[in-house]
């Protein structure tokens, strides 16, 4: 049984910074690719990054590319993303997500396991 659990999320200002942290049970998540997502008021679940299962390979949503950085520590089976320059459009759920392969992955189907999320609102 494979668990994900955000945690990190909370209330900041515009312009802000936030630390999110994803901690994986039930599996070893090593070898496989880690994503965050997010699904804001009225809006579909979108891509915000991801992270090969080495960390040696990322990818960025063009929204978040200069504000945001995922990485790893697969000795703590645990993923998180850095969130810089916040702002209030990034308000949203943040889902951490287990991929079926070891990659890098953009989109939601390639993803096997999903966290409840986390909130974080921004204000401005």
């Known amino acids: 049984q494979v668990q994900l659990v955000e945690s990190g999320g909370g209330l900041v200002q515009a312009g802000g910074s936030l630390r999110l942290s994803c901690a994986a049970s039930?599996?070893?998540?090593?070898?496989?690719?880690m994503g965050w997502f997010r699904q804001g008021p009225g809006k579909e679940r979108e891509f915000v990054t991801a992270?090969?299962?080495?960390?040696?390979?990322?990818d960025y949503a063009d929204s978040v590319k200069d504000r945001f950085t995922i990485s790893r520590d697969n000795a703590k089976n645990t993923v998180y993303l850095e969130m810089n320059s916040l702002k209030p459009e990034d308000t949203a759920v943040y889902y951490c997500?287990?991929?079926?392969?070891?990659?890098?992955?953009?989109?939601?189907?390639?993803?096997?396991?999903w966290g409840q999320g986390t909130q974080v609102t921004v204000s401005s």
């Open positions: 039930g599996r070893t998540v090593s070898r496989y690719g």
């Open positions: 992270i090969s299962w080495s960390g040696y390979t990322t």
């Open positions: 997500a287990l991929a079926r392969y070891g990659g890098s992955f953009t989109s939601r189907d390639q993803y096997d396991y």
